[in-house]
Structures are given as structure tokens and as C-alpha cells.
């Protein structure tokens, strides 16, 4: 597949990581011949990370694809630049209009493993230790783990409680990854968003780092969005 000039993928971390997260797919999708930058979130408020997406977005001269993780993928569908030609999500959070990410991450009763989290005194929520290896990458190796909790960025409240603005899933080509292991964004509630989205589905038997834990599915996944909206 030849890919139009400076044709990018853009991987949008979510809470409680950073690039790292995204490991291995980065080289898998720079592998196919396209451009590949991790796009870094202040996690403040949602407002300041859909502004943080399109700086990034504003650099790229060609067609770009937004690909969002857990509650990034309310932070790709705020960024409206036309150079933006689809979205993945990979087991993300996609608030309609007029909803938060709060509101569809609490859709349906918790995991029984999922952390119970507050704010501190600042207004940042931080993922405590044993939740990184019982809900949010239980699948992950103990080096694994041990980094995500070292590389860990907490976001602010003010990010999930803010309602979002109409969606552009509403008016581009989308994807979802489900990931049926997942603990903290539940089977359920993803399939929900992924149907309301309309969005083309693969399922596999993830938990919620995929990109780490199951990275084959995801570049796979990626490339087929890139084929589709990207090429030349």
C-alpha cells in the first residue's frame, strides 16, 4: 500500500500514561511507511487536550489519523481539523454531545477489580498500585507494570466532568477495538459506544492496554484505518 505524502498517525495516550504506552505498535505502524508521532495530553482539562491534539495536528503537512486509548477518545473527537481523515479507538471513551467521559465510564456497574479513586488536594486523580496489575494492565508483564506505574500521569477531574461538543465520529470514518478483558472500561460499554458510533468493530481478548499486552491486533488494526483514508 503506498500512502499519500506525510501521511501520519497520530496515537493519543489517556489517562494515567504517556507515549511509552503505545510501545511497539509505533514502530509497527512506522514499519507500513507512515509517518507516526504520540501526541503528548497536559491532562488538566478537556479543553487544554483537545488544543494540545491540534498543535500536534497543525505541524503535519498531509492526511492524518487520529488513533485514541481509553479517555482519549473524547480528546480526538474535539479536534475538528480537516487534515483529520478518520479515528481509531482502541478500547476508548466516546461521550456523545452534551455528555462527559465521566457519564459513559459509569454506565454500568464497575468491575469488580476496578480502583475506587478520588482526586487529591489538587484536583488530580492518581491510579493506585494495586490496581495496575488487577484492573488496569493485568495481563501486562511484571517489567511492564512496574514501568506504567513509574510513568504514570494522573489527569485532573475537570477533564472527565467537562460535556463535550458535537463529535467528529458523527462525520468520519471510524474503528473500535474491544477488548473483552478489560476492567476498567467494561465489554458493555464499549460495544455500546462502538454501535453508537457506527463504527467498524474488531473484538479481541484484551485487557485495557492492548497496545502493550496484544500489540498485533492493534498495529493491525491501525493499518487497516490507514489503508482505508490515508493511501494515495
Known amino acids: 500500500m503506498k ?8 496515537l493519543v495516550h489517556g489517562a494515567w500514561a504517556d507515549g511509552s504506552s503505545w510501545g511497539t505498535v509505533i514502530n509497527g505502524v512506522a514499519e507500513q511507511g507512515l509517518g507516526v508521532i504520540c501526541a503528548p495530553l497536559p491532562l488538566t482539562t478537556l479543553n487544554d487536550d483537545i488544543a494540545a491534539v491540534r498543535r500536534v495536528v ?5 492526511p492524518v489519523l487520529l488513533v485514541a486509548h481509553a479517555y482519549a477518545g473524547a480528546v480526538i473527537a474535539g479536534v475538528d481539523d480537516p487534515k483529520v481523515k478518520g479515528l481509531v479507538y482502541i478500547t476508548a471513551l466516546a461521550p456523545d454531545e452534551g455528555e ?14 476496578a480502583p475506587q479513586m478520588a ?23 511484571d517489567e511492564e507494570k512496574v514501568r506504567l506505574e513509574a510513568t504514570q500521569r494522573p ?11 458535537p463529535p467528529s465520529w458523527k462525520t468520519k470514518p471510524v474503528w473500535f477495538l474491544i477488548a473483552k478483558e478489560d476492567r476498567m472500561i467494561l465489554e458493555e460499554t464499549q460495544r455500546f459506544m462502538a454501535e453508537r458510533m457506527r463504527a467498524t468493530i474488531k473484538t ?21 484505518a490507514a489503508t482505508s483514508t490515508l493511501a494515495e
Open 3 to 10: 500512502f499519500a505524502k506525510n501521511a501520519t498517525v497520530v
Open 58 to 62: 497543525a505541524r503535519i503537512e498531509g
Open 100 to 113: 462527559t467521559t465521566v457519564e459513559v465510564f459509569t454506565r454500568t456497574a464497575p468491575h469488580p477489580d
Open 119 to 141: 482526586p487529591d488536594e489538587n484536583g488530580f486523580i492518581w491510579m493506585p498500585h494495586i490496581a495496575i496489575g488487577k484492573a488496569f494492565a493485568q495481563n501486562a508483564s
Open 155 to 165: 489527569i485532573n477531574v475537570a477533564c472527565i466532568l467537562e460535556k463535550v461538543a
Open 204 to 224: 479481541i481478548p484484551a485487557d485495557h492496554i492492548p497496545s502493550l499486552t496484544m500489540p498485533k491486533p492493534v498495529i493491525d488494526l491501525v493499518v487497516e
